[in-house]
C-alpha cells in the first residue's frame, strides 16, 4: 500500500506539479519500484520469519545454472525467430510493387487472418495459447519421468519437511 500511494504523489508532483510530463511518469515508476525492493529486502532483513532460510552464499546454488540455461536458451531462439519472420514478412511485403508502409501492415494482418482465421487481441492469445502448448508437448515428450520418480524417491528425505 505504500509504494501505491508513493506513486500515485509521485506521478501527480512529477507530471503536473513539476511538469516534466511522461519523462516524470517514467521518473515516478522507477522510483516506486525501487521502494518496493527496499522495501522487501528491509522486511526479509529484520523479519523473524526468515531467520532459517539463507545460510549464505553457497556454490550449490550454481548446480542449477547451466540446466536454467539449457531450458531458455530454445525460448530465447524462438522469440528471436518469431521477430526475424515477421521482420522479413514486413521485407517482403514492402517489395510489393506499389507498395507502402500501411500495405505492408496490411499484407501481415490479411496474411495472419488466412491463416489462422482471427486478429487483434484473439490471433495474440490464440498463438501464444499454440506456443505453450508446443513447448510443454515437445517437454513432456522428452523428459524421462521414470528417471525423475527414482531420483525423488531416492532423495524423498531432502523434500519432506
Wanted: one cysteine or more; glycine letters at 6%.
Amino acid at each position: 500500500m505504500v509504494p501505491f500511494a508513493l506513486h500515485i504523489a509521485l506521478n501527480y508532483l512529477l507530471v503536473n506539479v513539476v511538469g516534466l510530463g511522461l519523462t516524470g511518469a517514467s521518473l515516478a515508476i522507477s522510483a516506486t519500484f525501487w521502494v518496493s525492493c527496499l522495501m522487501l529486502l528491509a522486511y526479509v532483513m529484520w523479519s523473524k520469519e526468515f531467520d532459517e532460510t539463507w545460510k549464505g552464499f553457497s556454490t550449490d546454488a550454481l548446480n542449477y545454472v547451466l540446466p536454467t540455461i539449457k531450458l531458455a536458451m530454445p525460448s530465447a531462439i524462438m522469440v528471436c525467430l518469431e521477430y526475424w519472420a515477421i521482420e522479413l514478412l514486413v521485407l517482403l511485403a514492402g517489395l510489393l510493387p506499389n507498395s507502402t508502409r500501411k500495405h505492408a501492415g496490411r499484407f501481415l494482418h490479411d496474411h495472419l487472418w488466412v491463416q489462422c482465421r482471427c486478429e487483434g487481441l484473439w490471433l495474440g492469445l490464440i498463438t501464444g495459447l499454440a506456443c505453450q502448448t508446443s513447448v510443454m508437448v515437445i517437454i513432456t515428450l522428452r523428459t524421462k519421468w521414470s528417471k525423475l520418480v527414482d531420483a525423488m524417491v531416492k532423495n524423498r528425505d531432502d523434500y519432506v519437511a
